[in-house]
């Protein structure tokens, strides 16, 4: 019960991360001003962070797991 | 993406002062750091849930503590992340753009929220400044605000570096502007503008 408690708990964390960050790059491709650099390495740190932290919870909870 | 029109070139780009997105992201940058912090933390060193916590909830003791607070603390850095780039986003997006033609005014409200206007320069009738406050002051940021003629949407620049000084560039390209538009009447052939 409890490991299900916490994959859905990610899922639903990671789901609306993505929803988020979605609408984020929606807003910045909409309604940035054209040839802005600076808003490219924003959504890539942007983009480049989220990915990395949800890969790090999805380890942690496979190694709940699994040890 | 915003489209300018043709020949109109940007002048003046302003976004709020950057001490606002400072403001911003402080306390959400503060818990940040204290989660990874506590995340190395406990790379190192081991901890057991006390005996009362366990008491109530007895599947902890099915976990390793150490993995569930990483996994926990991971997820809350995950939230925090999100909850930074809103910030980022909502200042970023928020921007005041003079152009030879108009000024523009972009402004995200919420994520689902966002206010897109402009007004010409030929609308502008006044450009009042608004420094108020100790570290406006000292920083040199406030707000402008342009009256124009007509329904227009209320245009106030909120919080920009230099007010002053972007008072000038509104005035001197609405002062362009007019000449502009002298020198293209001027240019059109006397039958036309008798036609008109």
């Known amino acids: 019960m409890a490991n299900i408690i916490l994959v859905i708990l990610f899922g639903i964390i990671a789901a609306i991360s993505l929803v988020i960050g979605g609408i984020i790059f929606y807003h910045f491709k909409k309604f940035n001003l054209p040839h802005d650099i600076l808003s490219a390495k924003i959504l890539t740190l942007f983009k ?20 | 993406m915003i489209t300018l029109r043709k020949n109109e070139e940007i002048l003046l780009i302003k976004r709020r002062h950057h001490f606002i997105l400072i403001r911003a992201l402080l306390l959400t940058t503060l818990v940040f750091l204290a989660l ?21 909830f007895p599947f902890l003791l099915g976990y390793r503590t150490r993995l569930l607070a990483l996994y926990l603390i991971s997820l809350a850095l995950l939230i925090i992340w999100q909850v930074a780039f809103i910030a980022v986003a909502t200042y970023y997006l928020d921007c005041w753009i003079v152009t030879t033609e108009r000024t523009i005014h972009t402004e995200l409200r919420s994520l689902f929220s966002r206010i897109l206007s402009s007004v010409p320069h030929h609308r502008i009738q006044d450009v009042t400044v608004d420094v108020k406050g100790i570290l ?33 560039i509104i005035f001197k390209a609405q002062k362009m502007y007019f000449r502009r538009k002298m020198k293209q009447r001027e240019n059109i052939p006397e039958e036309k503008v008798a036609n008109n």
Do not use: C
């Not at chain 1, 949800?54 to 040890?67: D, G, K, P, R, T």
């Not at chain 2, 190395?40 to 109530?56: A, G, Y």
């Not at chain 2, 002051?137 to 007010?163: C, M, N, S």
């Open chain 1, 48 to 67: 480049l962070g989220s990915v990395a932290i949800i890969f790090m919870a999805f380890f942690f909870l496979i190694l709940l797991f699994i040890l």
């Open chain 2, 36 to 56: 990874v912090l506590l995340m190395i933390i406990l790379f190192f060193v081991s901890f057991e849930f006390p005996d009362w916590i366990t008491n109530i």
């Open chain 2, 136 to 168: 406006p002051t000292l920083l040199r940021y406030g707000d402008l605000q342009i009256q124009t003629a007509g329904k227009f949407h209320e245009f106030i620049f909120k919080e920009i570096p230099d007010p002053y000084k972007t008072k000038e």
